[in-house]
Protein backbone atom coordinates (compact mmCIF):
# COMPACT_ATOMS: atom_id res chain seq x y z
CA UNK A 1 0.00 0.00 0.00
CA UNK A 2 1.40 3.65 -0.69
CA UNK A 3 1.30 6.53 1.84
CA UNK A 4 -1.12 8.16 -0.08
CA UNK A 5 -3.64 5.48 0.34
CA UNK A 6 -3.20 6.26 4.20
CA UNK A 7 -4.16 9.85 3.64
CA UNK A 8 -7.45 10.56 5.15
CA UNK A 9 -9.48 13.05 2.53
CA UNK A 10 -12.83 14.53 3.73
CA UNK A 11 -14.33 13.72 0.34
CA UNK A 12 -14.11 10.18 1.56
CA UNK A 13 -15.47 10.65 5.25
CA UNK A 14 -19.01 12.03 3.82
CA UNK A 15 -18.93 8.82 1.43
CA UNK A 16 -17.80 10.59 -1.83
CA UNK A 17 -14.81 9.12 -3.29
CA UNK A 18 -13.13 10.64 -5.72
CA UNK A 19 -11.22 8.91 -8.74
CA UNK A 20 -8.42 10.74 -10.43
CA UNK A 21 -7.45 10.35 -13.97
CA UNK A 22 -3.79 9.36 -12.94
CA UNK A 23 -5.53 6.88 -10.88
CA UNK A 24 -7.93 5.30 -13.74
CA UNK A 25 -4.98 5.59 -16.18
CA UNK A 26 -2.58 3.66 -13.68
CA UNK A 27 -5.60 0.82 -13.23
CA UNK A 28 -5.99 0.57 -16.82
CA UNK A 29 -1.97 0.25 -17.77
CA UNK A 30 -1.95 -2.60 -15.01
CA UNK A 31 -4.68 -4.35 -16.64
CA UNK A 32 -2.55 -3.96 -20.16
CA UNK A 33 0.47 -5.42 -18.55
CA UNK A 34 -2.01 -8.73 -16.98
CA UNK A 35 -3.57 -8.93 -20.00
CA UNK A 36 0.11 -9.13 -21.92
CA UNK A 37 1.49 -11.60 -19.21
CA UNK A 38 -1.52 -13.67 -20.02
CA UNK A 39 -0.58 -14.07 -23.92
CA UNK A 40 2.50 -15.65 -22.13
CA UNK A 41 0.50 -18.47 -20.09
CA UNK A 42 -0.24 -21.99 -20.71
CA UNK A 43 -3.89 -22.20 -20.41
CA UNK A 44 -6.90 -24.15 -21.81
CA UNK A 45 -8.63 -22.38 -24.72
CA UNK A 46 -12.01 -22.00 -23.25
CA UNK A 47 -10.28 -20.21 -19.79
CA UNK A 48 -7.78 -18.48 -21.83
CA UNK A 49 -10.83 -16.56 -23.87
CA UNK A 50 -12.77 -15.70 -20.67
CA UNK A 51 -10.01 -14.33 -19.22
CA UNK A 52 -8.50 -11.95 -21.92
CA UNK A 53 -12.63 -11.23 -22.51
CA UNK A 54 -13.23 -10.12 -18.90
CA UNK A 55 -9.86 -8.34 -19.28
CA UNK A 56 -10.74 -6.83 -22.38
CA UNK A 57 -13.48 -5.46 -20.91
CA UNK A 58 -12.42 -4.10 -17.51
CA UNK A 59 -9.95 -2.34 -19.83
CA UNK A 60 -12.65 -0.87 -22.19
CA UNK A 61 -14.49 0.13 -18.71
CA UNK A 62 -11.44 2.35 -17.77
CA UNK A 63 -10.89 4.20 -21.25
CA UNK A 64 -14.71 5.08 -20.93
CA UNK A 65 -13.90 6.68 -17.38
CA UNK A 66 -10.83 8.48 -19.01
CA UNK A 67 -12.99 10.07 -21.76
CA UNK A 68 -15.91 10.74 -19.08
CA UNK A 69 -12.98 12.93 -17.21
CA UNK A 70 -11.73 14.34 -19.89
CA UNK A 71 -12.92 13.72 -24.12
CA UNK A 72 -10.41 11.94 -26.25
CA UNK A 73 -8.26 11.00 -23.66
CA UNK A 74 -6.03 8.85 -25.69
CA UNK A 75 -5.82 11.21 -28.23
CA UNK A 76 -5.06 14.28 -26.67
CA UNK A 77 -2.24 11.97 -24.39
CA UNK A 78 -0.81 11.02 -28.03
CA UNK A 79 -0.38 14.46 -29.06
CA UNK A 80 1.05 15.53 -25.63
CA UNK A 81 3.87 12.78 -25.84
CA UNK A 82 4.49 13.60 -29.49
CA UNK A 83 7.75 15.06 -29.91
CA UNK A 84 5.88 17.38 -32.94
CA UNK A 85 3.52 18.94 -30.66
CA UNK A 86 3.70 22.65 -30.86
CA UNK A 87 2.79 24.98 -27.63
CA UNK A 88 -0.06 26.50 -29.97
CA UNK A 89 -1.73 22.70 -30.57
CA UNK A 90 -1.73 22.32 -26.40
CA UNK A 91 -3.48 25.67 -25.84
CA UNK A 92 -6.76 24.42 -26.19
CA UNK A 93 -7.19 21.83 -23.49
Not at 56 to 74: K, V
Amino acid sequence: MRRSDLVQHKEREKGASTRTSQIVFGERQHLLRVLDSLEGTQLPIARMQQERRILEELIHARTRDLNQINTAWDEKIGLVLSSDAKPEMLENW
